[in-house]
């Protein structure tokens, strides 16, 4: 059985920018240093990109989170790929699919500077997974407040080799992912035969980003400095449920009958009863999409049990998120869903190889 981490992550680093054009070189991404006395603790430095600090959560790498994830600075920016390859070894996978950290949250307001910033990742992302061997894979970033440069650009990635899919966070800007201004990338990822990787995130909604502006934050021991604690929880699994819901709840799988998609990292439980509604509404059509086209990446703790009774297993994926140091990192995938005892052998087989090759065509 080969196994294969759907969701496995870079930390960008300044070689992530090395593809930009002369003449965007001076708007490149540059990190700095914070005092390590400071309310950030560890995370300690910043991007600045667009005139802003940007804050992310173990990136840029130079921040003193960063190298307290048992694992090497350049295994992380996929600086090293054999480095990355023999951790992989190690966890036992065969393939990873990556996607990005920084793109958890939109990187610019100027959306030309964005698709500069995109393309640039892209070509980093795709010489390092060329260089594995076939065992890594990613997926691509787009500018999707710009659908023509977005289009421009999945037929770009198709030709550099190792894209398997389209990244996305739940909402973009304040758009669902069913906004008409969204069909033509949809179409062009249909017709090349690349999924949609739907990923927690915050596409930089202006109307959440409001309505924090101005809340008081905490003044120390805040472990996650980079978050408003108000909004904790926004960013996380509720983008990814409303794109489910979105995604399953209208025309927008029969508009676009052989589009893939995945859902990633904001766990499976909430699926049960998300999809008993849409059973109710939209009967057969739920039953032929899940496990086929629609598919939905758990974590290895979760009631699996009572979610392939219900809904079934062939729309299961899982992933590592390695190497970030958050609750869905699973160094063990085989291990885990193995030593549960209560997920049966073909079970597994689907949700580590069988599920994760039909979704990304590994």
Not at 124 to 143: D, E, T
Not at 244 to 259: C, S
Not at 289 to 295: C, K, P
Request: glycine residues 8%.
């Amino acid at each position: 059985m080969a196994v294969i981490d759907c969701d496995a992550h870079v930390e960008e680093s300044d070689a992530t920018w090395s593809y930009m054009p002369e003449e965007w070189r001076m708007f490149r991404p540059f990190a700095v240093t914070f005092p390590k006395d400071t309310y950030f603790g560890s995370h300690d430095a910043a991007w600045v990109i667009d005139y802003k600090i940007r804050l992310y959560a173990a990136n840029p790498t130079i921040m003193t989170r960063a190298t307290q994830k048992g694992t090497s600075i350049p295994i992380q920016e996929l600086a090293d790929v054999p480095g990355r390859l023999a951790a992989m070894d190690t966890m036992k996978l065969d393939h990873q699919v990556i996607f990005p950290s920084l793109w958890l949250g939109t990187l610019a307001e100027n959306v030309e500077l964005e698709a500069v910033l995109a393309s640039s990742y892209n070509d980093f992302v795709s010489a390092a997974c060329n260089g594995s061997g076939g065992r890594l894979h990613y997926v691509a970033v787009l500018a999707w407040r710009r659908p023509d440069l977005a289009v421009a650009e999945i037929q770009r990635v198709k030709t550099l080799g190792s894209a398997a899919g389209i990244f996305v966070r739940g909402m973009e800007w304040d758009k669902p992912l069913t906004h008409p201004d969204f069909r033509p990338i949809f179409a062009e990822a249909e017709a090349l035969d690349l999924p949609i990787a739907v990923h927690v995130g915050n596409g930089t909604s202006p109307t959440i980003s409001g309505m924090l502006e101005g809340i008081p934050r905490a003044h120390y021991g805040d472990p996650s400095p980079h978050i408003n604690p108000y909004g904790n929880g926004i960013v996380s699994g509720p983008y990814v449920q409303y794109a489910f819901q979105q995604i399953l709840g209208t025309d927008m799988l029969e508009r676009f009958p052989k589009l893939r998609v995945g859902f990633m990292e904001a766990g499976a439980e909430w699926t049960v009863p998300l999809i008993r509604k849409l059973r109710a509404k939209k009967g057969a059509l739920i039953d032929g999409v899940l496990g086929e086209r629609v598919f939905v990446a758990c974590a290895v703790d979760e009631d699996l049990g009572h979610i392939i009774d219900k809904v079934g297993v062939d729309f299961l994926v899982t992933q590592t998120d390695f190497p970030h140091g958050d609750s869905f990192r699973e160094d063990h995938l085989l291990e885990a869903l193995a030593s549960r005892g209560d997920v049966s052998e073909s079970s597994i087989e689907k949700i580590l190889e069988k599920n994760p090759a039909r979704l990304f065509s590994i």
